[in-house]
């Protein structure tokens, strides 16, 4: 079946028709046409179509309503071949097979970039937008270890942990995949416009909602149940007990996929979160990617073999020997110079060079950790 964007974005606009009428409207009349002449008894035999929504869908066809949805709808797709977009309907090859199955799948996405069969591997990545600078290495560690083994991440775009995974993801070369609350012209927030453009690269933008929406706080759990809907797995990494990232996992459970989520620090911080989802056992505490990956063994039959950090032929001897003294704890700079018989001003360059080939990570006040 072939269903025109075009007729979804008019008939989205029926008030009280949601995406799964929508869903069931299309299956049964197959356009926004045959749907204006079915009769009032046709439209009643639908599951989810009662009397008051039959009345509501003929009211709007035989109003100017339905023209304005029509301008509506062509007024969406000239904007989005103006942003190269492209939509994508449930009924597309190309949408994600993960995101079909869930109980309310948007009936369209908007996308910028690609989405491929690999992205059925996903795992999503969510947390805080506060996080700590622990937080933020291990958002960073977990999506570079996704990426040895080729599985695309997915986040929200928002500030703190998503956006580490999603730089993080784009710096490995791995696919990622940004799902936001908003239209795709409106990134949000405006600080992550290069990052959603590098994304888009590697990658995709989506958002279910038309072109024009403003970021509003009503948008952002509806967008939560498309990230964990994406992914085969959601990893949680620091969150307060009430936050957005909590809803994702509450959402990903609801959709039978895994939860994991990384330990937090007990402290009087409002991150505890993940260790609340660990101790009512709706999350396996999980401390390094081989977690995840036992679990999703069954799903994954077809892993990339890892691909290998910057080898010894790769460094300097002068890298080598300070890659040495980098432990997986942040160290000051000062010390590493000494621990490698080097100068501090040597140091910065050698550290610097190791930064960029992916092999530590500098950390506030010049505190540096192996990645």
Known sequence: ??????????????????????????????????????????LRRIEGIEEKTAASITAFFRSGAAEEAARFADDQRARSERAGA???????????????????????????????????RSVAVVGTRRPSPYGILMAERFALALAQFGLPVVSGLARGIDSAAHAASVR???????????????????????????????????????????PDAANFPRRNRIVSGMSLATLVIESPPGGGAMITAGMA????RDVFAVPSA??????????????????????????????LAPHLLRLKQPTPRPGAADLSLFERTLLDAVGNDPVHVDALAARAHVTVPDALVLLL???????????????FVRL
């Open 1 to 42: 079946m072939t269903v025109d964007p075009r007729d979804i974005l008019i008939i989205s606009r029926i008030p009280g028709v949601g995406p799964n009428r929508l869903r069931a409207l299309l299956t049964r009349f197959g356009d926004a046409s045959a749907l204006a002449s079915a009769p009032d008894r046709s």
């Open 253 to 256: 459970l609801d959709q039978g």
């Open 172 to 214: 490995s070369g791995n696919r990622t995949l940004a799902v936001i609350g908003s239209g795709i012209d409106i990134i949000y927030p405006s600080e992550n416009r290069g990052l959603a453009e590098k994304i888009a690269l590697c990658g995709a933008v989506l958002s279910e909602l038309p072109f024009g929406a403003k």
């Open 266 to 295: 007990v402290s009087p911080n409002s991150r505890s979160g993940t260790n609340l989802l660990i101790k009512e056992g709706k999350a396996k505490l999980t401390e390094c990617v081989d977690d995840i990956l036992e679990e």
């Open 86 to 120: 492209r939509a994508v309907t449930l009924w597309d090859p190309s949408y994600p097979p993960s995101l079909r199955n869930i109980y309310d799948p948007p009936p369209l996405l908007f996308v910028r970039g690609t989405l491929t069969e690999e992205d059925s």
């Open 353 to 367: 060079s190791l930064e960029f080939k992916g092999a530590v990570r500098q950390m506030p006040g010049k505190r």
